[in-house]
């Protein structure tokens, strides 16, 4: 009878603490998606000033640049995901006529996401010297590619891929062994 106690107590004192840690994560995880948005446009608009070198209307310029960019490829990506969609049922239905009219929407609607990275850049340029303009265009670049390496990590290289032959190889593929 006492084990029994000693057991159930047990049990309910992981429930009560099991509980707790998951009221922890969730209330980490309440955060938005318009917060985690504006914590990243903050984070990126951080990086330009430091690495621009930016004075505060300079960098109230910026920050109105990247997030009417931000705002205009929302819109944007919207249109497409829309067209998209409109392409997938004229495709399923097999209406050739609104199947050609909805491949049009979709290939205007991409070509204008596409030029918001070109408006952007026409906004900079008038707004800042050349020497900020060539700064702005490299950390965008470092920052697009820090973005791809977070969302597409690099494969792992192949284990047969052999650069030159080196007689540390042996003829045999290696044995991969799967350890939990």
């Known amino acids: 009878m006492k084990l029994l106690r000693i057991i159930s107590f ?51 310029i910026l920050d109105n640049i990247l997030r009417t960019r931000q705002q205009k490829k929302q819109d944007r990506k919207k249109t497409v995901l829309f067209a998209e969609g409109e392409v997938q049922k004229a495709t399923e239905l097999g209406d050739k006529v609104k199947l050609a009219k909805d491949l049009q929407k979709l290939h205007d609607a991409k070509k204008k996401l596409s030029q918001v990275d070109e408006e952007m850049f026409a906004e900079v340029k008038s707004n800042f010297d050349e020497i900020k303009v060539g700064q702005f265009v490299i950390i965008m670049g470092e920052i697009k590619n820090d973005v791809r390496s977070v969302q597409r990590p690099d494969p792992p290289p192949s284990p047969y891929f052999r650069p030159e032959y080196n007689s540390d190889y042996s003829p045999y593929p290696p044995q991969h062994i799967w350890v939990p």
């Open 10 to 60: 047990l049990v309910i004192l992981g429930a009560v603490s099991c509980n707790f840690c998951f009221e922890l994560s969730a209330q980490t995880r309440q955060e938005t998606d318009v917060q985690r948005r504006e914590r990243v446009h903050q984070l990126i608009l951080m990086r330009f000033v430091k690495g621009m070198n930016l004075t505060r209307e300079e960098s109230a």
